[in-house]
């Protein structure tokens, strides 16, 4: 991660906004709000990764907009640091009660401010990283079942939103069961990787691969009409045939082979979600006991 982490500062005092710049320019990029409704707004379109926010402010103050920013799920997570003149530890206990990450008293020492915002911007960093491999599967890259749900859950209500079309594939590694067997796991998670690497080349940016589990994987195709991803798959399904990954007991070409199984549907708030899986799944099963190396689609 090269990128600057990002820091917003809500001070009412225009001299503490220039100090506090001055003290954290060359770590962070630093957004500047002189009151908590202007702090508000920013930390909500700018998503800063961490908040210094002032308790002294005429309007709204630090402890209100506090509460703004935790009620609102999209700043809720961002860490707040208190910075206060007030020297009573009521207020402080009650900034840490209310989900502050920490307090810093005025005046100001600039070694004190930057190690605080380092270390707490180091936890934010941390925290975004365990995100990214809770979410990826190790092996492929790819992401996991668990992020692709969340997906399928973003992408199919914004298609019942838009009232467009939604394609799902189940695609399958065939016998790949009996590949590990004939050619050891180590060689088999290899197989994974080619095909994981196809498959997301194949679908770039039009939709979302992840490893669903084993030798399974899906492709979520928002928007993408049962032509369009009846076309995006068999390019799959060619392309891995085109790596020619010898596989002597395979009956079809001596090469490593999918089965795909695909549905697309028109989601409404109505419909239960787990039809489009369940079909694209069932779609699978009869490619799988019909030959294999083969697509079958259901349009629901
Ligand atoms: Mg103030």
Redesign the pocket.
């Known amino acids: 991660m090269t990128e600057k982490q990002s820091v917003l500062v809500i001070?009412?005092?225009k001299i503490?906004l220039k100090l506090i710049r001055e003290m954290l320019n060359d770590d962070v990029d630093i957004m500047l709000a002189q009151s908590g409704e202007q702090g508000i707004r920013k930390a909500v379109e700018y998503q800063p990764d961490l908040i210094l926010l002032?308790?002294?402010?005429p309007q709204m103050d630090g402890f209100e907009t506090m509460n703004h920013l935790r009620h609102d799920a999209r700043t809720s997570a961002i860490p707040v640091i208190f910075i206060t003149?007030l020297n009573d530890s009521s207020h402080e206990e009650k900034a840490l009660l209310m989900g502050a990450s920490d307090y810093i008293q005025k005046p100001l020492h600039t070694n004190i401010v930057q190690a605080r915002v380092r270390l707490h911007l180091q936890l934010v960093k941390q925290r975004k990283m365990l995100e990214l491999l809770a979410n990826i599967d190790p092996l492929t890259s790819l992401a996991n079942r668990r992020k692709y749900q969340d997906v399928f859950d973003r992408e199919w209500k914004d298609c019942v939103d838009k009232k467009s079309c939604m394609s799902l594939l189940v695609i399958d590694i065939d016998n790949f069961k009996q590949y590990n067997d004939c050619y050891g796991h180590a060689t088999g998670d290899k197989v994974l990787k080619q095909v994981a690497s196809v498959l997301a080349l194949q679908v770039l940016e039009k939709g979302t691969v992840a490893r669903y589990g084993g030798e399974e994987f899906v492709v979520l195709l928002p928007s993408h009409s049962q032509a369009d991803s009846m076309e995006i798959a068999s390019q799959c399904m060619q392309s891995i045939e085109a790596l020619n990954l010898a596989y002597s007991h395979n009956d079809f070409s001596g090469r490593v082979t999918v089965s795909v199984g695909g549905c697309t549907k028109s989601p409404t708030k109505n419909c239960n979600r787990d039809d489009l899986f369940k079909a694209a799944d069932d779609m699978l099963g009869v490619a799988k006991k019909s030959g294999k190396n083969k697509m079958l689609w259901k349009l629901l």
């Open positions: 001070d009412d005092e503490n002032d308790v002294l402010m003149a």
